[in-house]
């Protein structure tokens, strides 16, 4: 199994990392060159498949997936060119403005809960530096996907300061060690690349017939497969909203103690992958989902990666499989559960039925 290349990213629930191995084994063993990343997310698997030498077409509907997969895949220049950028960002004065205003909060000798009863992701310190900071990108007026490298330094010196356990649905009550330090940018450990890479943003459904690639990869968000769970804890919008705004700075309405964006809201439709209902024959919409899916692809060769934590079980995904093309291989691989397992919120929400977590890596080719 080749040893996997270095690569950098914000703490993302269901991030492929520690499976970064297996995978890019799989794909050498199909022999192809160009590989479609149908839920980018992160960019982890994007990131070890370009810098091992692949064609990477990276997709994903997140404004924030967008971003790292323009910065670490399609960025123009060497490190060099971005460091007096970083250097002025970093030089910046803190200025009270928007995030501070919702998402800034005293130190309150180690109490997160301000006077408003709410907690918050940041302290003011920190805050104060991304209103300067994010008004300052967008007064620079640079290309895409220089703007692209200076929000993903952004983000990545957000998540080394924040007060979370790595999602932004509730905060932590008492400030977290890191919460207290300075948040400083620094250049993105871009690398040298291929230069025909391509970035999407788009429903897999959608483009799906339109990438020509050799292999898919698919790493579908499936949702939860506690019935317990409210939407907002299966939905990525929910998870990463704040990561949103601060791509977009656009400002918008807000609701809820974690003042969530107006449009990550439960009553509001998300990606048909990570939906929590089944249809009338009992089946999950996720799953028929994935049947549709795969029968759009053109790629000859098809990795998908499975959660024994999603809504579906492995069984249900070898039928789906096994209508589309032949299974070469399955990896079934003993993985540690992401951080958001080990959240409690109510004493409703813990099954009974929890078993060692494992992840697999269905290969199918046709």
């Given at each position: 199994?080749?040893?996997?290349?270095?690569?950098?990213?914000?703490?993302?629930?269901?991030?492929?990392?520690r499976l970064l191995?297996?995978?890019?084994?799989?794909?050498?063993?199909?022999?192809?060159?160009?590989?479609?990343?149908?839920?980018?997310?992160?960019?982890?698997?994007?990131?070890?498949?370009?810098?091992?030498?692949?064609?990477?077409?990276?997709?994903?509907?997140?404004?924030?997936?967008?971003?790292?997969?323009?910065?670490?895949?399609?960025?123009?220049?060497?490190?060099?060119?971005?460091?007096?950028?970083?250097?002025?960002?970093?030089?910046?004065?803190?200025?009270?403005?928007?995030?501070?205003?919702?998402?800034?909060?005293?130190?309150?000798?180690?109490?997160?809960?301000?006077?408003?009863?709410?907690?918050?992701?940041?302290?003011?310190?920190?805050t104060r530096r991304?209103?300067?900071?994010?008004?300052?990108?967008?007064?620079?007026?640079?290309?895409?996907?220089?703007?692209?490298?200076?929000?993903?330094?952004?983000?990545?010196?957000?998540?080394?300061?924040?007060?979370?356990?790595?999602?932004?649905?509730?905060?932590?009550?008492?400030?977290?060690?890191?919460?207290?330090?300075?948040?400083?940018?620094?250049?993105?450990?871009?690398?040298?690349?291929?230069?025909?890479?391509?970035?999407?943003?788009?429903?897999?459904?959608?483009?799906a017939p339109r990438?020509?690639?050799?292999?898919?990869?698919?790493?579908?968000?499936?949702?939860?497969?506690?019935?317990?769970?409210?939407?907002?804890?299966?939905?990525?919008?929910?998870?990463?909203?704040?990561?949103?705004?601060?791509?977009?700075?656009?400002?918008?309405?807000?609701?809820?103690?974690?003042?969530?964006?107006?449009?990550?809201?439960?009553?509001?439709?998300?990606?048909?992958?990570?939906?929590?209902?089944?249809?009338?024959?009992?089946?999950?919409?996720?799953?028929?989902?994935?049947?549709?899916?795969?029968?759009?692809?053109?790629?000859?060769?098809?990795?998908?990666?499975?959660?024994?934590?999603?809504?579906?079980?492995?069984?249900?995904?070898?039928?789906?499989?096994?209508?589309?093309?032949?299974?070469?291989?399955?990896?079934?691989?003993?993985?540690?559960?992401?951080?958001?397992?080990?959240?409690?919120?109510?004493?409703?929400?813990?099954?009974?039925?929890?078993?060692?977590?494992?992840?697999?890596?269905?290969?199918?080719?046709?």
């Open positions: 199994m080749p040893l996997p290349p270095p690569t950098q990213g914000i703490k993302y629930a269901g991030s492929k990392q191995g297996p995978i890019l084994d799989l794909v050498g063993r199909t022999g192809g060159q160009t590989v479609f990343d149908a839920f980018s997310g992160s960019t982890r698997v994007s990131q070890a498949l370009a810098r091992t030498g692949y064609r990477v077409v990276a997709n994903d509907l997140s404004p924030c997936a967008k971003v790292l997969a323009t910065c670490y895949l399609t960025a123009p220049h060497d490190p060099a060119h971005y460091r007096e950028l970083i250097a002025h960002l970093n030089a910046l004065p803190g200025e009270d403005g928007w995030f501070t205003a919702h998402y800034g909060g005293h130190a309150n000798d180690g109490c997160a809960v301000q006077s408003d009863g709410l907690k918050r992701p940041f302290q003011r310190h920190n991304l209103d300067a900071i994010r008004a300052e990108i967008d007064r620079l007026a640079l290309s895409e996907a220089e703007t692209s490298v200076l929000l993903t330094s952004l983000l990545l010196a957000l998540d080394r300061v924040d007060n979370t356990l790595g999602h932004f649905a509730a905060y932590l009550r008492r400030w977290s060690a890191r919460s207290y330090k300075e948040m400083r940018l620094e250049v993105p450990a871009l690398f040298a690349s291929r230069d025909d890479h391509e970035v999407w943003q788009c429903d897999a459904l959608a483009c990438v020509s690639a050799d292999v898919a990869y698919l790493d579908p968000p499936y949702g939860s497969n506690n019935d317990k769970m409210p939407p907002s804890r299966v939905r990525y919008a929910a998870y990463y909203h704040l990561w949103t705004t601060v791509c977009r700075n656009d400002r918008p309405a807000l609701f809820g103690k974690a003042r969530r964006r107006s449009d990550s809201s439960d009553v509001l439709a998300a990606s048909v992958f990570e939906s929590f209902r089944k249809d009338e024959a009992g089946r999950f919409v996720a799953v028929n989902a994935l049947d549709e899916l795969l029968a759009k692809l053109t790629a000859p060769h098809i990795i998908l990666s499975y959660s024994s934590g999603g809504r579906a079980t492995a069984e249900a995904l070898r039928e789906v499989l096994h209508r589309h093309g032949r299974i070469a291989a399955v990896w079934q691989l003993p993985h540690r559960r992401h951080v958001m397992s080990q959240m409690r919120w109510t004493d409703a929400w813990v099954r009974d039925d929890e078993a060692p977590h494992t992840e697999y890596l269905f290969w199918l080719t046709r």
